[in-house]
């Protein structure tokens, strides 16, 4: 059996395994009347002038996220600053939004706040970036929470899950058949 899910969910499912410390994110969901920026990029405040971490275009990336007409703005928030109430995260959110893609933010309409509290599995040092995925015979677990954060380290604890898996059932593909693991942008 292979379980791929958050620490927290299987832990519930298998008492005794270890749940990491986390950190809270929290998502904005902005709708603009006009896009702010049209190219599919991410944007990162590296100088963390506000709650913001990274934000986007999501409409530029996909269209079909939004009515026509609208674009859809997502933004990022992590760490203690995403506990914020939604107003004032929201008030904050925007005046920074507004810097970074140098237009105004006054129309923008507020869809959603998503807090999650355990979105991010902490990784603090010394972390160990690769526990097992095999804790018992014929039981697997893959997720963050076995690997990095995130869903780059989500991804190569399934590859290693899979490959334990493929193992220890000898039914390892041929080598062609294998991709190596990449991030797609």
Not at 19 to 41: D, G, K, N, Q, S
Not at 136 to 150: A, I, M, P, Q
Request: hydrophobic share 45%; glycine share 8%.
């Amino acid at each position: 059996m292979l379980l791929a899910t958050g620490a927290h969910r299987a832990a519930e499912l298998l008492p005794g395994l270890r749940v990491p410390e986390h950190h809270p994110v929290t998502v904005l969901h902005h709708a603009a009347p006009e896009p702010p920026m049209t190219a599919p990029a991410l944007l990162v405040d590296a100088d963390q002038k506000g709650p913001v971490t990274h934000t986007w275009v999501t409409t530029a990336v996909d269209p079909s996220r939004a009515l026509p007409g609208r674009t859809l703005v997502t933004s990022v928030v992590l760490g203690t600053q995403a506990a914020a109430p939604s107003a004032s995260l929201d008030d904050a959110a925007r005046g920074q939004l507004a810097e970074l893609y140098g237009a105004s933010t006054r129309r923008w309409e507020l869809l959603a706040l998503h807090h999650d509290t355990r979105a991010v599995p902490a990784m603090p040092a010394p972390h160990d970036a690769r526990r097992p995925v095999r804790v018992l015979g014929g039981l697997y677990v893959c997720g963050d929470h076995r690997e990095t954060s995130g869903s780059r380290g989500a991804l190569a604890s399934a590859r290693r899950a899979s490959s334990a898996i493929l193992d220890d059932f000898g039914l390892r593909p041929a080598a062609r058949d294998e991709m190596p693991l990449r991030a797609v942008a």
